[in-house]
């Protein structure tokens, strides 16, 4: 029986691998995966169904999609590490240009402006966190955290980090993987009331084995934390390092952890311009002070501009490239790849869309929404919003711990009518009860949020 191309694979045509055969001395595909296990390899024919044309495979792949409900149809109070923003299309019909999509990493020989949009990425990050270097973007904020932490390990030669117990789950199950196994992570309790470190349960905590200090701004939970200047000055006096991560759409009216104390800052870049997509467009970013001692340990690349040789020309290039694995792949401070240098690009054309007063206005504009949104739920008879007493920023946890309905029933109401509820707390906190995280940012209008408070209103009074 003669051989048939596939339609979609290449190099599938039999004369076309009788000729790469020859080329490389094999008489048959067979003989490339000579040294592999008999009973590893497969010998029967593969159940694949007949290939559909393109028409009908369109057809039943938008079947499926359409079972999908996203935020375009539902009303979303969803956030817990991926939030709802507006995206101006000027940062997708920038990000999705052939020079940026398709070059995003790579050598000078094929930059077509990347370095330089990279380097302006990274000056207008730098003055949003008031430091001096930003390195090219890392996979998430989770990575950029342990990246930090790491750094600091290497810095100090310490191995244990201290971090809040309101930490994101998710972040902190990938912070003890990449951390694994030379950097222990010990978690510090909260104040009940205010969600706050405990400063008494930090200083017991801290030792001389301490390489860092990590905690997040506004943490995970939303609250502000109010302690940040004495958490660092905590630290500082057993030599270690503070490191912060922060939701940077929140710099417009929060001082930058910079100014009380951190080190290393680091975070999402996704309230930037990036849209959900089904949970990211995620991408960190790590920023330190122009100190040789830490720049010298980031493992990412980090661009820089310099005169060239005719008299008034700048171009972009690597600083300290032997510090990355690109140049020493050994001996790299970790191994990194092209990581999500194109949501770099796309942060950047974002913070130069808005510029100091348009950080400010989003800023002020989530926090009025979000304390509308409190004061609403809150006047629901048996609700509490927001558990904690801090003053908070896009996102609050309601208890619904005296309302007769579990989360979990009420989510389920809300889905029902349309809306995406906010994320279970029940399990990674049980010590909350029945409260959730609800997220409210410049996207939500007035009628948006009283649509939400009704429809809960609604589901607690339904017996």
Not at 21 to 40: M, N, S, Y
Not at 201 to 209: F, G, I, P, T, V
Request: charged residues 25%; proline residues 4%; glycine residues 8%.
């Amino acid at each position: 029986m003669k051989k048939q191309a596939h339609p979609y694979i290449p190099n599938t045509v039999p004369e076309v691998q009788e000729e790469m055969l020859r080329e490389i001395g094999a008489q048959t595909i067979e003989e490339l995966f000579d040294g592999i296990p008999e009973e590893l390899q497969y010998k029967k024919e593969m159940n694949i169904p007949k290939a559909l044309s393109e028409y009908e495979l369109r057809r039943y792949i938008d079947r499926i999609l359409a079972k999908n409900k996203s935020t375009q149809e539902y009303l979303n109070f969803l956030g817990a590490g991926c939030w709802n923003h507006f995206v101006p299309a000027v940062c997708d019909e920038v990000n999705q240009r052939a020079e940026f999509l398709t070059a995003y990493a790579g050598d000078p020989y094929e930059d077509h402006g990347r370095y330089q949009a990279l380097f302006e990425y990274q000056s207008l990050m730098a003055e949003l966190v008031d430091m001096d270097v930003v390195n090219v973007p890392t996979f998430d904020w989770a990575q950029a955290a342990a990246t930090s932490i790491r750094m600091a390990s290497r810095i100090n030669g310490r191995n244990k980090v201290l971090l809040p117990k309101t930490i994101s789950p998710d972040r902190l199950k990938v912070i003890k993987n990449y951390c694994s196994p030379h950097i222990e992570c010990i978690l510090v309790d909260y104040e009940e009331d205010s969600g706050q470190i405990n400063l008494s349960d930090l200083e017991a905590k801290l030792s001389s084995s301490i390489a860092a200090v990590y905690f997040e701004n506004p943490s995970y939970l939303g609250f502000v934390e109010t302690k940040g200047q004495e958490i660092s000055k905590l630290a500082k006096s057993f030599d270690a390092i503070t490191i912060v991560g922060v939701d940077p759409s929140s710099l417009g009216v929060l001082s930058p952890p910079s100014h009380y104390g951190a080190d290393i800052v680091c975070g999402d870049l996704q309230p930037l311009g990036m849209h959900m997509n089904y949970g990211g467009g995620q991408s960190g970013f790590i920023a330190t002070h122009d100190d040789l001692t830490f720049i010298q340990e980031y493992p990412s690349r980090l661009f820089g501009i310099a005169p060239t040789v005719v008299e008034g020309e700048y171009g972009f290039g690597d600083v300290l490239y032997d510090r990355t694995s690109f140049a020493l792949r050994e001996k790299g401070k970790e191994s990194v790849g092209t990581q999500t240098a194109l949501w770099g690009i796309t942060a950047g054309v974002y913070l130069s869309l808005l510029g100091p007063d348009g950080m400010y206005k989003l800023g002020k504009t989530i926090l009025q929404k979000s304390q509308y949104a409190m004061g609403q739920l809150g006047n629901i008879s048996n609700v509490v919003a927001s558990r904690f007493e801090s003053t908070n920023f896009k996102e609050f946890v309601v208890d619904f711990g005296y309302a007769g309905k579990s989360v979990k029933e009420i989510n389920e109401y809300l889905l029902d009518h349309g809306i995406f509820g906010g994320k279970d707390l029940s399990e990674d906190f049980p010590e909350l009860g029945q409260c959730a995280l609800f997220c409210v940012t410049e996207i939500h209008s007035k009628e948006d949020i009283d649509r939400l408070v009704t429809t809960i209103q609604e589901c607690i009074d339904t017996k």
